[in-house]
């Protein structure tokens, strides 16, 4: 009887907030909006100090801008 070892590699645990310029990266649009929409309550985030963090789930589930033809 013979046995194999299966190794599995380690993924990295999913992505749970982004900082606003990663998210103004994901979705296209500049990081000035996503401050505007935090600054008036208009989109989900949380405060870590100074940093403002959008969740994840939210930032992926939106749609992205198209990109402008030049």
């Not at 505007?36 to 969740?55: A, D, K, N, S, Y």
């Amino acid at each position: 009887m013979t046995t194999t070892a299966q190794h599995t590699v380690p993924t990295a645990p999913a992505r749970q907030y982004y900082r606003v310029k990663d998210a103004a990266r994901v979705l296209g649009v500049p990081p000035r909006t996503l401050y505007h929409l935090v600054e008036h309550e208009q989109i989900p985030f949380r405060r870590l100090g100074t940093v403002i963090l959008l969740p994840a789930a939210w930032v992926e589930r939106e749609p992205t801008m198209p990109v402008k033809r030049r």
